[in-house]
Structure formats: C-alpha cells, structure tokens
C-alpha cells in the first residue's frame, strides 16, 4: 500500500472538497448485500466492512471478508462483492474520492487491496459515521466534507493493524440526544415514526429536539425523515435490481401507487424511471461477475 498517495488524497480532499463524491453507510440488519461487477474509471473507492462475513473479489481475485475488513479499489478496478451479516452491528461503508491525477493506492495488487483487520477500528467507524451524517444535512456540505474525508484517510487501516494512538472521536451530536434519534431513524425505515417517538428516544422534549435538529441537520426532524427515506429509496432503487414494490415495502409503504406518488412528488420522476437515468451514472462500467 502506497501511504504517501492516501496522504497525497487526504491532502486534495481537505483542499477540494468536491473531490468527495459519494459516502454511503449501507445498515445489513438481517439483509445480504451485493454488488454486481463494476469499476470506476476515475474514482478511488474506500470501503469498510463491519460485522460482515462473504467475499469480494478485486480484479478478478477473490477474498474472504470476516468480521472487520477494509478494502481500497483503483480507479479502473474491477470489484463486487456478497456479504451477511453476523451481528445486529453490521454495516458497509463506501467512500468514492476523485483523485486529483492518476493515482495508484494498492499499486496495481489485489492482495494488497483487501485486508482483514485484528480489532474493530473505533475512530474510524466514528469519522465515517460523521463524513456519513455531515453528507445528509445539505447546509453542512462543503469544506467540512473535506476535511473530514481527510481524517477518514487519516485513520485508514495499513498492514492489517489500527493505528495504536488513534482514539474514538465523539460524534458532534453524541451527549445531546440527537445521535439516539438519528439512529432511531436509521434502524425503522420499515415503520412510521413521529417526532414524539424520536423526541423519546433522544430523552428530550418535542421542542428541543426540533431546535436541535434544526441547528445540526439544516431541517426539522420531519423534513429530514423524509429526506433520509427518499435517500435510501434512491440507494434501494439504484442497487441490487429490488422491485420496486420490494422497495416501497422496506420503507414502510402499504402500497407501491402510494410510493410512486410520494417518490415522484419529492425526486421529481417515478422511481423506474429514476432507476433508468441513475443506474448507468452510479455503475458505469458493469462486466461480468468473476
């Protein structure tokens, strides 16, 4: 692994910030997750598997995940992956950075792209949890997506070890309530909630939550449950080829017409004709799985 290129893309993702294309946190939760054979042409993907067993294959190389892996695609790499979860704390992070020349992490060698870790790496779950939150509040995009892309590749995992002098950083909303609330919203897109149900989870009052939602997210907690389930409708749509109907019955949907109008009230199309236009953008080069 070419530490001196991650601390060159840290560097680029502090100062250009729209270099950080996309962070994804995908929650298992009793689901599988795959994804087809694809590349990236001028991407660097970063992905962290957390309580996960499968396995992914990198250029046609294929390697177990257990428990905690950590796994850095070049650009032009091909990769796809089928995972399970072993534990209610499984979860996928994906970080997609463009890099500011061509750049080359692993060195062109599967084996060094995927690594399997000893120990649950704290602080980095932390740090991608916050670049994760920060992603889904419109009005705190910008430099703090950089720089916290850059402490994520700060504390990116080399030779299998954590870094022994990194510690767990505190996400800003941890000791406030809002941190139980935005979990809460994570783990019942299955079901209806209302602000009275987050405000109880927070331990706070209705007001308070509704002030504080306000000052980290940018919205109320109303707007912002509807804008994390469009989020992951679009995600649902766009990966692993579900049924629509399938989709609308994860995000607790009692039918797909009332999906449909709901979904094209706020993203401007029907969901099938989302997926059409998304799919392509999202997965540009699909071959054939190895």
């Not at 704390?89 to 060195?107: C, D, F």
Request: positive net charge; proline residues 6%; contains cysteine.
């Amino acid at each position: 692994m070419d530490t001196p290129a991650i601390a060159l893309l840290a560097a680029h993702a502090l100062t250009t910030p729209a270099s950080v294309v996309q962070i994804h946190r995908h929650r298992l939760a009793g689901t599988g997750f795959s994804q087809p054979a694809h590349a990236h042409d001028d991407l660097i993907q970063f992905d962290l598997f957390c309580a996960c067993a499968g396995a992914l294959s990198v250029d046609g190389r294929s390697t177990e995940v257990g428990d905690f892996t950590a796994a850095i695609y070049d650009a032009g790499t091909v990769h796809t992956s089928r995972l399970r979860p072993i534990s209610g704390e499984a979860a996928v992070y994906t970080l997609k950075l463009r890099p500011p020349a061509p750049l080359s992490i692993t060195g062109g060698a599967p084996a060094v792209a995927v690594q399997r870790l000893a120990t649950r790496c704290t602080a980095l779950c932390d740090a991608l949890d916050r670049l994760y939150r920060t992603s889904l509040a419109p009005r705190r995009r910008g430099l703090l997506m950089g720089a916290l892309a850059a402490e994520v590749l700060a504390l990116w995992p080399q030779d299998g070890r954590r870094d022994p002098g990194a510690e767990a950083m505190s996400s800003p909303e941890a000791g406030d309530g809002l941190a139980a609330a935005l979990d809460l919203i994570e783990n019942s897109f299955a079901r209806r909630i209302d602000v009275d149900d987050l405000a109880r989870a927070a331990g706070i009052s209705r007001r308070q939550l509704e002030r504080r939602f306000k000052s980290a997210m940018g919205m109320g907690p109303l707007d912002y449950l509807d804008h994390r389930r469009l989020t992951v409708a679009k995600e649902n749509l766009v990966q692993g080829n579900h049924p629509v109907g399938e989709v609308a019955r994860g995000l607790g949907f009692s039918s797909l017409h009332h999906f449909s109008r709901w979904f094209a009230r706020h993203a401007g199309m029907p969901p099938s004709s989302f997926r059409r236009t998304r799919s392509a953008t999202d997965h540009p080069r699909h071959r054939p799985g190895t």
